[in-house]
Nanobody, 119 residues
Framework: VQLQASGGGLVQAGASLRLSCVVSGRPSSSYYMGWFRQAPGNERDFVASISWSGGTTNYADSVKGRFTISRDNAKNTVYLQMNSLKSEDTAVYYC?????????????WGQGTQVTVSS
């Protein structure tokens, strides 16, 4: 399983961005896909996850109501729509795949994509 993330950039507070993660060597339908983020000096934190086949979603409290995770199975792609961005959303965002909704344990990681929100 390989994951390729893209879509990061520099935006102003209040703007929107959409991250994409293309998955090759597609994991089984039991896998969850999701996003984590890591700000400088901080640990990598869970952002959101979605079941590959069932559409079940989970979000960190800090992004609920602002971020939406979705997937297009035909394109083997997972998206993270980020609205009403805040400066505290600035981080490197990582795409991940794993067997649990919390994406813990044995997880596949993509490379990160930088999101910078200026206030």
């Amino acid at each position: 399983v390989q994951l390729q993330a893209s879509g990061g950039g520099l935006v102003q507070a209040g703007a929107s961005l959409r991250l994409s993660c293309v998955v090759s060597g597609r994991p089984s339908s039991s896998y969850y896909m999701g996003w984590f983020r890591q700000a400088p000096g901080n640990e990598r934190d869970f952002v959101a996850s979605i079941s590959w086949s069932g559409g079940t979603t989970n979000y960190a409290d800090s992004v609920k109501g602002r971020f939406t995770i979705s997937r297009d199975n035909a394109k083997n792609t997972v998206y993270l729509q980020m609205n009403s961005l805040k400066s505290e959303d600035t981080a490197v965002y990582y795409c991940a795949a794993g067997r649990s909704s919390s994406l813990t344990g044995n997880v596949y990681w993509g490379q990160g994509t930088q999101v910078t929100v200026s206030s």
